[in-house]
């Protein structure tokens, strides 16, 4: 998927794109930098009379950016800076205001300069669909773990812990345990589908825990719509660690293609694996995939999002080359979220690691 640019200004370094997905306030949220120049359409309460209210006034502004924030489930880009320029009459030249930059908005940033990767970034935004939310509920007798997945995001919802009699007891005194048990994740359930539209839920874990809420969920929950969307998956418990197996699944590994969040916990993996058949395919931390890019021999190059966000100059050029050389020599690049799982696992990594081609 494109973003949508509508005019490239090398000579003012100056672009101007239209958002068209989340893909693209994602692709925005790795681009702009403190100290760039942001230009958008915006409304700004105008006090008229002290003491007073005033209104919130639709105007243009420029701001120089000193910070930048991703709102994925309101679907906005938050733009904090200091006005440059805007009509003199309603604002305060050095003053502060936020952008809300939402889909279907146009906005221009300038920069001292341009990087390359950062324009490719922004024109192509992404090939995975932008919306693409499951959750997963990782469930064992008497303990059941939710968390809400994201392309973007990975975020436990809740953990439910209930002790289920044994079977010496009545069976009675069981089955009230089990109800109240399916009933508290029904709740949690029930709360976040109705805000949340999902294209998965998953339920995981040992045995027939799963099954059994499986059916549990089909004969309670109102909107049956829903039930076309289960599936079902092996994992060895009902705690957070089940939700990354799930992740991993070989049930889920056909979604890999669609899903940029598998495709990531399923790159991690291989790294884990290569660190234990051949660790001198492995290259981390910046001077080792420096080394590695010179030499042509990076297959493929993960780097967490923050290696490109927010740092100096003279790092975002080293950065700029690395990724150059990696392209001109055939590697792929891929830049993960650090609000997911695997993310997170980069950056305990080093946030940037190669796998290589060859030993050199």
């Not at 924030?69 to 440059?84: M, Q």
């Not at 009545?170 to 109705?194: G, H, P, S």
């Not at 981390?284 to 923050?306: C, H, M, P, R, T």
């Amino acid at each position: 998927m494109y973003l949508k640019i509508l005019e490239i200004n090398r000579k003012q370094e100056e672009i101007t794109v239209k958002i068209e997905s989340l893909n693209d306030l994602w692709s925005l949220y790795n681009v702009i930098s403190i100290g760039d120049i942001v230009s958008a359409r915006t409304r700004r309460r105008v006090v008229f009379k002290e003491g007073t209210k005033g209104e919130r006034k639709q105007m243009k502004l420029k701001l120089k950016v000193e910070n930048v924030t991703f709102h994925e489930f309101s679907n906005r880009l938050r733009v904090k800076g200091k006005i440059l320029e805007g009509p003199e009459d309603f604002v305060s030249f050095g003053t502060y205001h936020t952008f809300n930059i939402e889909v279907l908005q146009k906005i221009s940033i300038t920069k001292e300069k341009w990087l390359n990767s950062e324009i490719k970034r922004i024109k192509y935004a992404s090939k995975f669909e932008s919306n693409y939310k499951m959750i997963i509920v990782a469930i064992e007798t008497g303990l059941a773990t939710i968390a809400l997945i994201t392309n973007f995001s990975h975020k436990r919802i809740a953990t439910i812990k209930n002790t289920i009699p044994g079977k010496r007891y009545k069976q009675t005194y069981r089955n009230k345990a089990l109800n109240d048990f399916y009933e508290a994740i029904m709740k949690v359930l029930e709360e976040n589908l109705k805000e949340i539209e999902v294209n998965l839920i998953i339920f995981s874990g040992p045995g027939n825990s799963k099954n059994v809420f499986e059916e549990y969920f089909k004969k309670n929950y109102i909107n049956s719509g829903l039930t076309t969307k289960i599936r079902l998956c092996q994992a060895s418990s009902g705690t957070e660690s089940a939700i990354i197996e799930t992740l991993k699944s070989k049930e889920l590994a056909k979604l890999k293609k669609d899903v940029k969040i598998l495709q990531e916990a399923d790159m991690i993996e291989k790294i884990m694996a290569q660190f234990s058949e051949d660790a001198d395919l492995i290259v981390i931390g910046v001077d080792e995939v420096s080394n590695a890019s010179e030499n042509g021999a990076i297959k493929q190059l993960l780097i967490a999002d923050v290696m490109i966000r927010g740092t100096s100059k003279d790092f975002k050029l080293k950065i700029e080359d690395i990724i150059t050389k990696v392209e001109n020599s055939g590697g792929e690049i891929y830049i993960m979220s650090t609000e997911t799982l695997a993310g997170e696992h980069l950056v305990n990594l080093g946030s940037i690691v190669g796998i290589l081609r060859y030993k050199f």
